[in-house]
């Protein structure tokens, strides 16, 4: 891939923006992007050297899982079992938002993956949704820190503290929310409460039993 400049503010050409990041994710690399929650850091969930890549980048044991961003409730049916009508129609009211629900992943998904289950979400942010829209594909969404270390969110810092490493940085100036999705396991019959971030599990349950 030929040099870039890794820092791409994308109010200054987000269709440019876009279709960078477009081809970093074809050609297996990662990037740093916005999105509804903290900065992610991502790439093609499918590419065994974006996995890789990522992994290295942030120093964790190579079974951790990542959660992943889908454009929307078409494009997630094509990597998960939605059983019920209960559960697709609670996924329809929850999102866009910041909450990511681990789901059971179908045969054909959970084959290249590697594992019986995973977390999505779609979210509510134009860069992460026209990008979804445009690669027809999951995009993984990790926090931009080392394992065991806070997330960090200045692009600055980022450029700093991981440039060597990464295709890209995309930031926007509009940056307000710096709070985790929430997470919760929706692989049983009820939510179970994982990790509680932008969204409250009280205002998730209560749009879960409407």
């Known amino acids: 891939m030929k040099e870039i400049n890794k820092l791409v503010l994308i109010e200054d050409n987000f269709n440019s923006a876009i279709q960078l990041a477009i081809q970093i994710y074809d050609a297996g690399g990662v990037f740093v992007y916005p999105t509804d929650t903290i900065y992610g850091l991502g790439g093609n969930p499918f590419d065994e050297r974006t996995i890789k890549k990522i992994n290295e980048i942030k120093g964790r044991i190579e079974n951790q899982k990542f959660i992943f961003l889908v454009s929307d409730l078409d494009e997630l049916k094509n990597y998960v079992q939605i059983k019920t009508d209960l559960l697709h129609d609670?996924?329809?009211?929850?999102?866009?938002?910041?909450?990511?629900?681990?789901?059971?992943?179908?045969?054909?998904?959970?084959?290249?993956?590697?594992?019986?289950?995973?977390?999505?979400?779609?979210?509510?942010?134009?860069?992460?949704?026209?990008?979804?829209?445009r690669i027809n594909s999951p995009l993984i969404s990790t926090s931009v820190n080392k394992?065991?270390?806070?997330?960090?969110?200045?692009?600055?810092?980022?450029?700093?503290?991981?440039?060597?490493?990464?295709?890209?940085?995309?930031?926007?100036?509009?940056?307000?929310?710096?709070?985790?999705?929430?997470?919760?396991?929706?692989?049983?019959?009820?939510?179970?409460?994982?990790?509680e971030g932008a969204v409250k599990f009280e205002s998730i349950l209560r749009k879960f039993y409407t």
């Open 90 to 133: 609670f996924l329809n009211r929850i999102w866009p938002a910041p909450v990511s629900i681990i789901l059971e992943l179908n045969g054909e998904t959970s084959k290249k993956l590697k594992v019986p289950t995973a977390a999505f979400r779609i979210p509510n942010h134009k860069f992460c949704s026209v990008l979804l829209s």
């Open 147 to 195: 394992s065991g270390k806070h997330p960090v969110n200045d692009e600055k810092i980022i450029l700093n503290e991981f440039g060597e490493e990464l295709d890209a940085i995309f930031y926007s100036k509009n940056k307000s929310i710096f709070s985790a999705s929430t997470l919760i396991d929706l692989t049983r019959d009820n939510p179970k409460l994982i990790r």
